[in-house]
């Protein structure tokens, strides 16, 4: 069965910190995407990253980065240096190409606080 | 504003009463889906349309909800004699099929049931 499991419920560090967020999934599939999607206190959920199976190639993007690692089945998220407006929930999630539709499978969330 | 929109933002109905969602995905977007969202939860898939089809539905779609699309354009979400464990955030989501399924989400309507 396809899961996705985020430990970590909440996260508070102080500004200019760096924080990873845990993300481990399950699937049987061979072909699927991960995502991170961030929900800010306004609710409306915003698209962060996606990642192919095929593609394990750490990606960064400004103070964002991405750890996937296929052998431990995670995609792990650093924000360096974070913020007070990172303070959101993010959630990671995973669809598997040969189900219909590709609906998000989503993990619970993780709640970051971030205070200056 | 060219995202998913979605009408009303907030909505609160007594127990027993029928309640309809619209959402108005981006533009030529051909897939729909709705995700339920309940406090301190991830979003879960209810429905998805691909145009006007409706191709899979989560066995949390009881038979009181239903979902159209019918012109492949927006769609709407209706649950008929609500329950108080209805009271949620509906997330209406658009995506491409070319895009991998790179899905944008409107910003929802909470519903609250009394």
């Known amino acids: 069965a396809q899961k996705v499991t985020q430990a970590q419920t909440e996260i508070s560090v102080v500004e200019k910190e760096d924080v990873t967020l845990d993300c481990v999934y399950e699937t049987r599939d061979t072909t699927y995407y991960l995502f991170w999607y961030k929900q800010p206190p306004s609710g409306e959920l915003v698209f962060l990253i996606r990642r192919n199976s095929f593609d394990e190639q750490n990606e960064i993007s400004g103070r964002y980065s991405w750890n996937f690692q296929k052998s431990t089945s995670s995609f792990n998220f650093t924000i360096t240096a974070s913020q007070v407006v990172d303070s959101a929930v993010y959630f990671c999630a995973l669809s598997e190409a040969n189900q219909a539709g590709t609906a998000l499978i989503f993990g619970k969330g993780t709640t970051l606080s971030v205070s200056s | ?114």
């Open chain 2, 1 to 114: 504003d060219t995202g998913v929109s979605q009408d009303p933002r907030h909505k609160i109905t007594k127990r027993g009463q029928n309640v309809t969602f619209r959402c108005d995905p981006i533009s030529e977007h051909n897939r729909l889906y709705w995700y339920r969202q309940t406090l301190g939860q991830g979003p879960e898939f209810l429905t998805y349309f691909q145009n006007e089809a409706q191709l899979e539905k989560s066995r949390l779609l009881s038979d009181r909800f239903s979902a159209e699309r019918p012109k492949g354009s927006f769609s709407t979400l209706e649950i008929q004699r609500t329950e108080q464990g209805d009271s949620a955030m509906y997330l209406c989501a658009s995506s491409l099929v070319l895009t991998e399924d790179e899905q944008f989400f409107g910003p929802g309507t909470r519903l609250t049931v009394l």
